[in-house]
């Protein structure tokens, strides 16, 4: 699979140094001192007009890493030039502007995959698997929360610009925990929640709080925050026969860690068994390569467009909400 990135900051590097089996082939960046830097470590080639490279012929699939104005209309003219497309999350800023893209890949049949990469963290992946093997039982409700502290300027950076990117942690780190959120619960029905600026002098939010629930009254609890001055991430499945925990994402979320508890029959503590998985991040590599065979087999990804959509419409109705 030869591939193209558009995007070459710090995700497209990330998807350029796991590409397993593709090659990388191509690179465009409205920088392009940046698209001629990560060519150069890979042997592709740096192309000063992203429109030009999403119609090169050897280039089979492209990988959408820029910001979140342009993941959208990126995304259209590669599958409108027949080309797999690889889309970083929120794949847009809104639900709306995915509609064009869900139409053009159906009649290019091509296949559009979301970058959420955090279903292939393999404390997650094997919580999923575990939940669907009933684990813990019915699922009752669901309790996370992801965040960090920012940086010096981070109020002035493009997250913090509407316009370009859509919203703030919510639509930032808040589509992942969504994302989670309906792999193990389904659609959310009710959406509620208040998203707002409470340490950072910016037009976007620095907090979002969620509360979920979907037709067979699951729940979801979720705050996300970029005002978290330790990096968190917790993810929490509670069923009635007991629950799964997965803490930490590696690096400065600290060790990727699942967690079973066993609810026993007299209950009292539970039965305690946890795994963890030290040794990075693997979820880029494992993500492409499971892109690869959706392509190989005319599989749909999941996540594709349609799980975008449903979790920009959770992020548009809790800033709808908000407004109010």
Known sequence: MNIGIV??????????????????VACADAVFERARALAAEHGAQAVADWREMVRRPEVQMVVVATTHDWLAPV???????????????????RASELEAVVQAARARGVLVRVGFNHRYHPALRKAHEMFLAGAVGPLMY???????????????????????????ELIDQGMHLIDLARWF????VQVDGLAGCWFWDMPVDDNAFLLLRTAEKKVAFMHC????????????????DGKLEVRGLG???????????RML??????ETVSWEYPRGDNSWAAELADFYQDV????????GLADAMAALRVVERIYEVSQS
């Open 7 to 24: 995007g070459c900051g710090l995700i497209g590097r990330k998807r350029a140094q796991s590409m397993g089996s593709g090659k990388l």
């Open 75 to 93: 995304t259209l003219a590669a599958v409108e030039a027949g080309k797999h497309v690889l889309v970083e999350k929120p794949a847009a800023r």
């Open 142 to 168: 669901l309790r996370a929360r992801y965040g960090h502290g920012g940086r010096v300027g981070y109020d002035k950076e493009w997250r913090a610009r509407p316009e370009v990117s859509g919203g703030g």
């Open 185 to 188: 619960a389904g659609d959310f």
């Open 225 to 240: 925050s970029c005002s978290e001055w330790k990096n968190l991430f917790s993810f929490e499945v509670f069923g009635r």
């Open 251 to 261: 690096g400065s979320y600290g060790i990727e860690r699942l967690t079973h508890y």
């Open 265 to 270: 029959p007299e209950m009292g503590p539970p």
């Open 296 to 303: 190989a087999m005319g599989r749909q990804p999941a996540p």
